[in-house]
Each structure stands twice: as C-alpha cells, then as structure tokens.
C-alpha cells in the first residue's frame, strides 16, 4: 500500500521512486542504541570529510538516556558536528517552509542576487509556493506537493518560463 499525504484539500499517494541523492554534509540524526552492559544510549554517526584524504572519517558519539532527552542529544551532536566540520547549523525538520525561508534562505540568497531577481523570487514566493506549502513542516514536504504547485501553474495557463523559473527556485530552497 502507498502511503498517503495529505496537501491542503487533497490527497495524494506518495511514489516510491528516486529519492534525494545523500549530500556530502548530513544532519545526523540521534537514535537509540544499547551498548553492551545492557545502558540505553542515544548514538549519532556522520562522516567527516578532511581535505586530502581520499575517504571520510567515521564519527560517532553517544549521550546516555538517563541524563539526556532526545532533543537534548540531537543538539549536542548538532553543535559537535558543527564544531567538527566548522559548517552552517542544519535547520531542524519541524520548523515550517515559511520558517525556512524568512529566516535562513531568502537573507542569504539575496545578499548574492540582484535586486531585480529578489524582487522576483518574492513574487514567486508570494504567489506559488508559499499558499501551496509556507505552512508545511521541512519534513513532510515531498515532490508530490512540487509537482502539484507545477500542476496547479500548468492549469492556471502560466507560461513554460515562469513555471520553470519557480522549478528552479523550489530546487534551490530544497537542495
């Protein structure tokens, strides 16, 4: 049975397909894990990638259950990773698309665009992908509700460019 997902007033059966190729930087997520005597741990692992060598370094690290929550564990590995690979904090999932954007994409994005395509990332912002997905959690956003904003512009009679400009910008905000 496929799973269903649930987009505004429809629903619609996820695929199963081609996923998301892995990224080079992960955001390892904290899992639990009972080591040998028996303790309940929660344990991470992620690859660090040191210049000049030819493979990634295997990392690991685990926080036991009796002094650490979940959350508090994956914010420890999230600064110790970050500390590690001296890179940008990843979001955490469960902040919304709207979140997202406001306060990580767009402020770094237009410090490298020009003001007529700021202007005109906003406008496809405002007018496609926030009222399809701005109140959705990172997370749970998959390319069934890509596919249904390019559907919905498709219907709408927009042209081949806009719709491929807005393409575009949804594959920059989630690559």
């Known amino acids: 049975m496929k799973p269903v997902v649930q987009f505004g007033n429809f629903q619609i059966l996820k695929t199963k397909g081609k996923h998301m190729p892995r990224r080079k ?74 979140e997202f954007w406001d306060q990580v994409y767009f402020p770094t994005v237009k410090l490298r665009i020009a003001p007529n395509t700021e202007a005109m990332y906003g406008s496809w912002w405002r007018n496609f992908i926030k009222p399809a997905i701005g109140s959705t959690e990172l997370q749970h956003v998959h390319k069934a509700a890509a596919d249904a904003i390019l559907n919905g512009m498709v219907a709408a009679g927009k042209s081949e460019t806009t719709i491929g400009c807005v393409l575009s910008l949804i594959h920059g905000i989630f690559a």
């Open 25 to 98: 930087y992960q955001r390892p997520e904290v899992y639990s894990w009972k080591g040998k005597g028996g303790e309940k741990f929660w344990k991470a692992e992620w690859r660090q990638y040191i210049e000049g060598r030819p493979k990634p370094k295997h990392r690991a690290m685990t926080w036991p259950c009796g002094r650490y929550t979940k959350a508090k564990a994956q914010e420890e590995c999230d600064r110790l990773v970050h500390e590690e690979t001296g890179g940008q904090l990843r979001p955490d999932g469960s902040i919304t698309v709207q």
